[in-house]
């Protein structure tokens, strides 16, 4: 598994959704223990979705994501949620990949230019 550093400065929205693992016991009289399980029970995930991206810059950010869905980190700071760099994987190992072609106004031809938009989620490392 390798570090792959990141740069998603081409993102058009982030939502951070924050959860916590936890342990519930019942005592079958309504009264209910909850405690953390584990150390590390935050789970902080990023719905990210990106700006249209032409081919070249698409290309990088599918190969990225595809090396993230079998085992590589991905390296990247979140601003402004976080200004640290961290790792993170994809959640599922899957992202959602979106094909658009520019409408011309101008003529009526084939040779439109196309973009891509990215939609996953990423996970922290530690929360897997």
Known sequence: ???VNFGIDLVNTVQERMSHRVRRFGFGDGYEQIA????NSRMVEYD?????????DAT?????LDNAAI???LLCTLEPYSNIQRRY????????RQ?????SAARATTQRESYEIF??????????
């Open 89 to 96: 994987r994809l959640k599922d190992s899957s992202y959602v």
């Open 99 to 103: 094909y658009l072609v520019q409408a």
């Open 36 to 39: 953390a399980d584990g150390v």
């Open 119 to 128: 939609q996953f989620t990423l996970i922290e490392a530690n929360a897997n």
């Open 60 to 64: 990088t950010m599918r190969t990225a």
């Open 48 to 56: 990210i979705t990106t700006r249209p991206l032409k081919v070249a």
């Open 71 to 73: 085992g590589d980190y």
């Open 1 to 3: 598994m390798a570090d």
